[in-house]
T-cell receptor, first 112, second 110 residues
Framework: DGGITQSPKYLFRKEGQNVTLSCEQN?????MYWYRQDPGQGLRLIYY???????QKGDIAEGYSVSREKKESFPLTVTSAQKNPTAFYLC???????????FGQGTRLTVV | GESVGLHLPTLSVQEGDNSIINCAYS??????FIWYKQESGKGPQFIID?????DKRQGQRVTVLLNKTVKHLSLQIAATQPGDSAVYFC?????????FGPGTSLSVIP
């Protein structure tokens, strides 16, 4: 079945460590997105990528990094520079401009 | 117009009543709009969409209304059921950007 897979579902990180969240899609979608969601709040855009080897900062990119080496994959690294990384992270993709965004099931990151 | 981390407004509705969830969008040039439903701990799921050349679209128990004059979207859910309890987001698609509204938490009272 086609879809977007985020892994892991739950992730714990010690302060000062970098951690990478995986997002893979087999929908042949060009554009991919990372959002952050805090409890009881909306979605905020971290980074997005329209094509392989290209990506753009969203509204809250500080403390995060991404890569887009393959069309199917858009991993997000939460670096130690991110002061408050505990949140729910959502990955999405769209087939082409002005079409529906499909979401993964999210990764809940907790800093311990 | 982007979600800026405000706490979600909530709407409580009696089971069987109709629900109306509202959303203001930011960019008059946005061409495509979607309503998503998000259950706790899960990713958002598509409910219904509408393009800017329409002002109303109906699905099964759901209707989306678009008022471009005031940049306003609404989602109407008929005969609300307990399974409709979730957070609802509107999204505006503007070229390559997907911008979400702050969301509304719908609670259905049995």
């Amino acid at each position: 079945d086609g879809g977007i897979t985020q892994s892991p579902k739950y992730l714990f990180r010690k302060e000062g460590q970098n951690v990478t969240l995986s997002c893979e899609q087999n929908l042949n979608h060009d554009a991919m997105y990372w959002y952050r969601q805090d409890p009881g709040q909306g979605l905020r855009l971290i980074y997005y990528s329209q094509i392989v080897n290209d990506f753009q900062k969203g509204d809250i990119a500080e403390g995060y990094s991404v890569s887009r080496e393959k069309k199917e994959s858009f991993p997000l690294t939460v670096t130690s520079a991110q002061k408050n990384p505990t949140a729910f992270y959502l990955c999405a993709s769209i087939r082409q401009l002005n079409t529906e965004a499909f979401f993964g099931q999210g990764t809940r990151l907790t800093v311990v | 117009g982007e979600s800026v981390g405000l706490h979600l407004p909530t709407l409580s509705v009696q089971e069987g009543d109709n629900s109306i969830i509202n959303c203001a969008y930011s960019n008059s040039a946005s061409d495509y709009f979607i309503w998503y439903k998000q259950e706790s701990g899960k990713g958002p799921q598509f409910i219904i969409d509408i393009r800017s050349n329409m002002d109303k679209r109906q699905g099964q128990r759901v209707t989306v209304l678009l008022n471009k004059t005031v940049k306003h979207l609404s989602l109407q859910i008929a005969a609300t059921q307990p399974g409709d309890s979730a957070v609802y987001f509107c999204a505006e698609i503007n070229y390559d950007k997907v911008i979400f509204g702050p969301g509304t938490s719908l609670s259905v009272i049995p």
